[in-house]
């Protein structure tokens, strides 16, 4: 990430991941489903010009017309639809790094994953690294890792 990017970040919380993002320089899109921590990153975005937030669900997102990195921790329930419209026909996606459910990625990196001959041309998806439970407040159930999705 650097200055002039633009990062989307799923999910974005209370802007955890937000707030590192916007000190590289990048243009940051925070997307939020919940009313009260939208508001939060409404209330942050008034302070950092180069901060965009809409209140969106993740596998409704319109995704941007131009280049753009993702950098989230989506909700594990909306994470391979997410993936999925990441990878879609148009997609101006240069790179992703999701925090997902470790058996989730596997699906996607081995190929299992639906329309995994559409994708698999365009775009190489990886783990790149395990995340242990104690990451999370609360600690998920499951065990969590980084999918990195990048075009070759």
Do not use: C, K, N
């Amino acid at each position: 990430m650097g200055p002039g990017d633009l990062v989307v970040d799923v999910g974005a919380g209370t802007g955890a991941l937000t707030r590192p993002l916007l000190a590289t320089g990048a243009r940051v899109l925070a997307v939020e489903l919940h009313p009260g921590r939208a508001a939060a990153l409404r209330r942050l975005a008034a302070h950092q010009p180069g901060l965009t937030v809409v209140r969106a669900d993740a596998t409704e997102l319109r995704l941007p017309r131009q280049q753009f990195r993702v950098v989230s921790s989506p909700p594990y329930a909306r994470a391979s639809a997410l993936i999925a419209r990441l990878l879609g026909p148009g997609s101006r996606l240069v790179t992703a790094d999701l925090v997902v459910q470790r058996q989730l990625a596997r699906r996607w990196v081995e190929g299992r994953a639906p329309g995994a001959g559409r994708w698999g041309r365009t775009f190489d998806l990886e783990i790149v690294r395990a995340l242990p439970r104690s990451a999370f407040r609360p600690p998920p159930q499951v065990d969590s890792v980084v999918l990195r999705i990048s075009r070759p």
